[in-house]
C-alpha cells in the first residue's frame, strides 16, 4: 500500500468504521500529535477517538480531497455527526514512516450557515 492508500484505509476502517484495534498497524507507538487536545503516541490517539466516539457516536469522517506526496498526506475531510448542524471542515497532514503515521497536524473550523462569498467550504 502507497501513503495515500493507508491514510484512506485509516479513515475507512478506523475512524468510520469503529475499529481502533487496528491503530496499533497504522499508528507508531512513538506518534507525535501537532492537535492541543490530543496527547502524543499511539495510547494518546486512542484515547482521543474513544472519547470522541462516545461524545459523538454517529461521527463521521467523509474524504473530499487527498494529496499525497513523498511522506506526507494532507486531507480536506467534512465532519458530520458533531454539535455542529453543518459539521465541521478539517484540513489533516500526515507525515508516514516506512508504512505507519508518524506525525498529525490539523486545522478544525465549523461549517457557518452562510458564508460571505457564497461558496460551500468543499
Do not use: C
Given at each position: 500500500m502507497?501513503?495515500?492508500?493507508?491514510?484512506?484505509?485509516?479513515?475507512?476502517?478506523?475512524?468510520?468504521?469503529?475499529?481502533?484495534?487496528?491503530?496499533?498497524?497504522?499508528?507508531?507507538?512513538?506518534?507525535i500529535q501537532h492537535n492541543p487536545q490530543c496527547e502524543n503516541g499511539l495510547e494518546g490517539v486512542i484515547k482521543f477517538f474513544k472519547e470522541l466516539m462516545v461524545k459523538f457516536p454517529d461521527f463521521r469522517l467523509d474524504i473530499k480531497r487527498i494529496i499525497a506526496e513523498g511522506d506526507y498526506v494532507v486531507l480536506h475531510c467534512h465532519m458530520v455527526g458533531v454539535d455542529v448542524p453543518q459539521g465541521v471542515a478539517i484540513m489533516d497532514i500526515f507525515r508516514l514512516e516506512n508504512g505507519k503515521i508518524a506525525e498529525h497536524w490539523d486545522v478544525v473550523q465549523p461549517i457557518p450557515e452562510k458564508t460571505a462569498s457564497g461558496n460551500a467550504m468543499f
Open positions: 502507497n501513503n495515500k492508500e493507508i491514510i484512506q484505509k485509516v479513515y475507512t476502517e478506523i475512524f468510520n468504521g469503529r475499529n481502533l484495534a487496528l491503530m496499533k498497524d497504522f499508528i507508531k507507538e512513538d506518534y
